[in-house]
Nanobody, 124 residues
Framework: QVRLVESGGGLVQAGGSLRLSCAAS????????MGWFRQAPGKEREFVGV????????DYADSVKGRFTISRDNAKNTVYLQMNSLKPEDTAVYYC?????????????????WGQGTQVTVSS
């Protein structure tokens, strides 16, 4: 079992930056592939990015590629989402999730544990 807690959300103007953090407690953090997802009002939850257990492989959604960066610090049991050049369409609740499998996945249904989410609002 692992507990995930996101932080770092807030209100930012278009073109600005935010860094989200997701702190994990419980079993060894390096056992988990970590994903980031987001959900805007009235929309389905969508994949943002995913990082492998030791950070050597990362996959991003096309909508954020080149603007967002995922990283992790296994010593601190934390995964990060650095978001630059933010756009109003990035407004959503952002969730981190942990997957016990080795393969990286874009499917939210394959993730085993979820945080409570943190709101990101980008004003135009």
């Amino acid at each position: 079992q692992v507990r995930l807690v996101e932080s770092g959300g807030g209100l930012v103007q278009a073109g600005g930056s935010l860094r989200l953090s997701c702190a994990a407690s419980g079993r060894a953090f390096s056992n988990y592939v970590m994903g980031w997802f987001r959900q805007a009002p009235g929309k389905e939850r969508e994949f943002v990015g995913v990082i492998s257990r030791y950070g050597d492989t990362i996959d991003y959604a096309d909508s954020v590629k080149g603007r967002f960066t995922i990283s992790r610090d296994n010593a601190k049991n934390t995964v990060y989402l650095q978001m630059n050049s933010l756009k109003p369409e990035d407004t959503a609740v952002y969730y981190c999730a942990a997957d016990t499998r080795i393969a990286l996945s874009r499917l939210s249904t394959l993730y085993d544990y979820w945080g409570q989410g943190t709101q990101v609002t980008v004003s135009s």
